[in-house]
């Protein structure tokens, strides 16, 4: 796996939200090169995180890339709020009920990358009239809402059929996976062809979070 710089990204939804600041500064003294950050509606999916202006201030401990999940229904009324907060990376969903294309094409005019992501059970076969608009595809191995949850294996079928098709346009689109990423499936999860991997759980309940990204990046 050497010959990829596999990015990892960690998900601040399993750190110690009473002391946020310092988790930053912990991702940001790691080798991990994103942070990603969970934003929750109640509506979209069934929990409630954290919006644009605790990210505004997190931006003050970190110079890392900010990776933004937005799993909100109606993310195009808030794209420039969490642009102008300090996020690198904005993914919206497939599933909400908007015009992709323009969705993305709105995040890329403010300077910002696209992200586009799938839930588990949606399929990936209109992917290709959407890369040349994104800078990078986000297949989600767990129904989102909370972290630590059990690892969908099918989603490496469809990291398979997406690093195909990626590869095929010749456009540069990172292909991530979000959910359940640990030392146990990383080695799959790489040949599959992901090359960004988010991890919360898996990181924050090491005892050596540094020495865990490091790990995890190496497998
Ligand atoms: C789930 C979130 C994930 C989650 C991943 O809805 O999108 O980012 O935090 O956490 P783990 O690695 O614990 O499954
Ligand atoms: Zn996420």
């Not at 069934?46 to 970190?62: A, D, E, M, Y």
């Not at 909400?96 to 323009?102: H, K, P, R, V």
Request: hydrophobic share 40%.
């Amino acid at each position: 796996m050497s010959e990829i710089n596999h990015i990892i990204s960690p998900s601040i939804l399993s750190c110690d939200f009473s002391r946020l600041g310092e988790e930053i500064k912990k991702i940001d003294a790691s080798a991990a090169e994103y942070i990603h950050i969970d934003v929750m509606d109640g509506v979209f999916v069934p929990n409630i995180t954290l919006g644009h202006p605790v990210i505004k201030q997190l931006r003050k401990f970190s110079s890392k890339v900010f990776d933004v999940h937005l799993m909100i229904i109606n993310p195009r009324k808030y794209i420039e709020a969490f642009a102008g907060a300090g996020a690198d990376i904005i993914g919206i969903h497939r599933e909400i009920n908007d015009d992709i294309t323009s969705c993305l094409t709105t995040i890329r005019k403010l300077g910002l990358k696209s992200c586009l992501v799938y839930n588990p059970d949606t399929p990936v076969n209109d992917l290709e009239g959407f890369l040349p608009y994104t800078d990078q595809i986000l297949l989600m191995s767990v129904y989102p809402g909370f972290g630590g949850q059990k690892f969908i294996r099918s989603a490496l079928v469809k990291g398979k059929e997406c690093r195909k098709l990626i590869n095929k346009s010749g456009l540069a689109v990172d292909l991530e996976i979000d959910g359940g990423v640990g030392f146990d499936n990383a080695h799959e999860i790489k040949l599959a062809g992901f090359n960004v991997l988010v991890s919360g759980h898996t990181l924050f309940s090491a005892p050596d979070f540094k020495a865990a990204v490091q790990k995890l990046k190496d497998i």
